[in-house]
């Protein structure tokens, strides 16, 4: 199934049959994952006239729909995408409605929003573990393809988590926010049922039931495999978060407004999508829990040099080079616990993944939270490089007791399980 060449590009990557039917679906539905956090914030803070209560319900409402991934990422594995991601999206979408209808006006309580968002967490659609799954059945027999598949689809997210906002900024000009939650709800359906009509899609059953050993008990092999890039995911997120509220300490410090601390968070994202691109264009000869360690410890480099910048112009171009790791650090992730999970566990075992960075950003946030207040920027991001370096440091340890075995693909990376079969 996978369109192969003497070096893949990332057109050939389009070129894969369904590819890009399938891609695009998806797309839509996570550009709902841009939109309903600012939305459902601004919607909730309108209707309470509580920034507090508007806080505690987006807090609920992401803890569970971060923490509650792997689970869901199960259900795929166990039932295929479309019998467990439509009942979903659709659960989802009902929630998220009725999230729009108690916040539409005025006066709204907050336990009840609380509650509701609560529950639409709880049901939100493994779309991106679910592509990535994807990805590597239509690009299984073609390891660089399958490398810029992913690049591909980390670039694509961290672009739908910048225009997502916009989105939103657009909708409140002529509509209540509500609005905008709303439509994140219709995205959602329409992706995802689009998503799981592709034929790529349409092909993947699931594997019917847990894995079990031959005792009878769930099977364990793989889970060694996803540590490392859980962990490096983890160490990412933790840097990742602590940056948001280091930055703009940087610059209230200096004077300058919220306007410059846009630039910088623009900068960060701009850098990522650039790193990641280049990162699936170049044929590394290195194993891919090799370049986990490094692309960890160089973001964790350029964040500790961040906070020696005399000015925000400096500062910028510093988060720029720190940019440049992030998503190649987290495809590098992806593509490591993919090739190591165990079979029927592969849409979990990237949830894993996922989850870590999520959590890690909301401590690194927590954290920097306690210690912008205690310590100077520059302090604060050579705690934040060391994070990462630290967790570069026990990602190349996990690496160096894995030896790469014969045969391994092109990522550098073993298949763990039943050997993948294209048309699957």
């Known amino acids: 199934m996978s369109a192969t060449s003497p070096r893949p590009s990332y057109a050939a990557v389009l070129r894969i049959p369904y590819a890009r039917r399938t891609f695009a679906a998806v797309l839509v539905g996570r550009l709902s994952y841009g939109m309903v956090p600012i939305a459902v914030l601004l919607a909730v803070s309108r209707a309470t006239g509580s920034y507090a209560v508007a806080g505690t319900v987006m807090a609920l409402f992401g803890a569970t729909s971060v923490f509650l991934s792997p689970a869901r990422a199960a259900l795929v594995d166990r039932y295929g995408p479309r019998r467990a991601l439509l009942p979903m999206a659709s659960l989802y979408a009902v929630l998220l409605g009725a999230l729009a209808v108690a916040s539409w006006r005025p006066g709204a309580s907050g336990p009840v929003l609380g509650a509701v968002a609560v529950a639409a967490g709880a049901c939100t659609p493994p779309l991106g573990p679910t592509m990535r799954t994807v990805w590597s059945e239509l690009a299984a027999s073609d390891g660089g393809l399958l490398r810029r598949a992913y690049s591909l689809d980390g670039v694509a997210e ?48 699931g594997s019917g039931a847990v894995p079990k050993d031959r005792k009878g008990k769930r099977a364990s092999r793989g889970v060694a495999g996803i540590v490392a890039p859980v962990v490096a995911a983890g160490g990412v997120g933790l840097a990742l978060g602590a940056l948001d509220l280091l930055v703009l300490a940087f610059a209230e410090q200096r004077g300058h407004g919220d306007d410059v601390v846009a ?11 650039v790193g990641g691109l280049a ?8 194993g891919a829990r090799v370049r986990l360690a490094l692309l960890t410890a160089g973001l964790g480099v350029a964040l500790a040099a961040a906070g020696f910048a005399p000015d925000p112009a400096v500062l910028t171009g510093a988060v720029v080079c720190a940019g440049l790791f992030v998503a190649p650090a987290l495809t590098t992730a992806y593509l490591v616990a993919d090739a190591s999970a165990a079979p029927g566990a592969r849409t979990r075992s990237g949830a894993w993944v996922n989850t870590a960075v999520n959590a890690g950003i909301s401590a690194g946030a927590a954290g920097s939270g306690l210690l912008v207040a205690h310590v100077s920027p520059t302090l604060g991001f050579t705690l934040a490089g060391g994070t990462a370096l630290l967790t570069a440091i026990a990602v190349g340890a996990a690496g160096r007791r894995r030896a790469r075995p014969a045969g391994a693909g092109e990522s550098g990376v073993e298949r763990v399980g039943e050997p993948r079969r294209n048309g699957r």
């Open 263 to 273: 630039w910088i968070f623009a900068a960060l994202s701009a850098g990522s999508a």
């Open 158 to 205: 961290e672009l739908l988590f910048v225009s997502g906002p916009l989105v939103v900024g657009g909708v409140v000009q002529f509509a209540a926010p509500a609005v905008a939650v709303a439509l994140g709800a219709v995205l959602v359906v329409a992706g995802t049922l689009g998503f799981v009509t592709s034929p790529a899609v349409a092909r993947m059953p």
């Open 279 to 286: 990162y699936g264009a170049v044929e590394w000869r290195s």
